[in-house]
């Protein structure tokens, strides 16, 4: 069937109607956790989608469009582009194609890398909770959970302290922890450092004695802290689309789901 649909000989409405069924049985497959393989399905979806496309793209040879579709499928999902150059130009040595291989296979795992966190491969492995590291630098924080490496024994603020308080007790030579959670009745309402304290603080606040950490934070408050997960990888807060900058997350609070 692969074969036939690389050298044409499969009519148009024929090709589309094995990419849709072949589409819907592998997605139900998947789905379902069924046994069923990886690399034929794609090789089927990705000559089905150049044998239709091939008849609006351009060029003088419709049968480069299948071949170059199905390496462009096969490197994305999979995330091994140079495998899947290297097996469509093993297929026919055709040295003119190895260009439009190139081109679409990189251009379609730079687009993949971007939209999938994980490959189709390794996803059922990272939801079992084992992190598959995909990136050519990987951040040391990854190698290790939240559980890992967080504080237990927190130290709070209240928001009704004074900042003066505040800096002589905790900030002060008996300074035990780099960033402190500030509560408001048992409830968290931001994290606080001696960097970011000292935007809050004025020659004005400082000399009102009745001005409270709380009192501070409202003037600045910008939004809900983002929390990190005991069981998720401890680099992923500061990661993570609610954490906007890294200044926001270099101290992320913990909470169970």
């Known amino acids: 069937?692969?074969?036939?649909?690389?050298?044409?000989?499969?009519?148009?409405?024929?090709?589309?109607?094995?990419?849709?069924?072949?589409?819907?049985?592998?997605?139900?497959?998947?789905?379902?956790?069924?046994s069923g393989?990886?690399?034929?399905?794609?090789?089927?979806?990705?000559?089905?989608?150049?044998?239709?496309?091939g008849v609006i793209l351009p060029g003088h040879d419709a049968a480069l469009w299948p071949l170059v579709?199905?390496?462009?499928?096969?490197?994305?999902?999979?995330?091994?582009?140079?495998?899947?150059?290297?097996?469509?130009?093993?297929?026919?040595?055709?040295?003119?194609?190895?260009l439009p291989l190139l081109a679409a296979t990189l251009v379609a795992h730079s687009f993949a890398t971007?939209?999938?966190?994980?490959?189709?491969?390794?996803?059922?492995?990272?939801?079992?909770?084992?992190?598959?590291?995909?990136?050519?630098?990987?951040?040391p924080l990854e190698r290790h959970h939240v559980d890992e490496v967080m504080t237990r024994d927190v130290q709070t603020i209240d928001t009704a302290t004074?900042?003066?308080?505040?800096?002589?007790?905790?900030f002060g030579p008996?300074?035990?922890?780099?960033?402190?959670?500030?509560?408001?009745?048992?409830?968290?309402?931001?994290?606080?450092?001696?960097a970011s304290l000292g935007t809050l603080i004025t020659a004005s606040t400082v000399q009102e004695a009745g001005v409270s950490?709380?009192?501070?934070?409202?003037?600045?408050?910008?939004?809900a802290p983002a929390f990190a997960v005991p069981g998720e990888p401890a680099g992923w807060p500061r990661r993570a689309s609610r954490c906007m900058s890294w200044s926001a997350c270099r101290w992320s609070p913990a909470r169970s789901r």
Not at 1 to 23: E, R
Not at 162 to 170: F, N, Q, W
Not at 213 to 223: E, H, K, N, Y
Request: hydrophobic share 50%.
């Open 162 to 170: 004074p900042l003066s308080e505040v800096l002589a007790k905790h």
């Open 114 to 139: 971007v939209v999938m966190k994980r490959s189709i491969m390794t996803e059922k492995i990272a939801r079992r909770g084992y992190h598959i590291y995909r990136e050519y630098g990987v951040d």
């Open 37 to 53: 393989g990886v690399l034929a399905p794609l090789l089927m979806l990705g000559a089905g989608l150049g044998t239709v496309l």
């Open 69 to 98: 579709c199905m390496a462009a499928t096969l490197g994305a999902t999979l995330g091994a582009p140079l495998t899947a150059i290297v097996f469509a130009f093993g297929l026919t040595q055709d040295a003119n194609a190895l």
């Open 174 to 194: 008996q300074q035990t922890h780099r960033a402190y959670p500030v509560l408001r009745d048992g409830v968290l309402v931001g994290m606080r450092d001696r």
């Open 1 to 34: 069937m692969i074969g036939d649909l690389l050298h044409q000989h499969i009519a148009i409405q024929v090709a589309l109607a094995i990419l849709a069924v072949k589409a819907i049985i592998w997605v139900v497959a998947l789905a379902l956790g069924t």
């Open 213 to 223: 950490i709380g009192d501070a934070l409202q003037r600045q408050q910008s939004g």
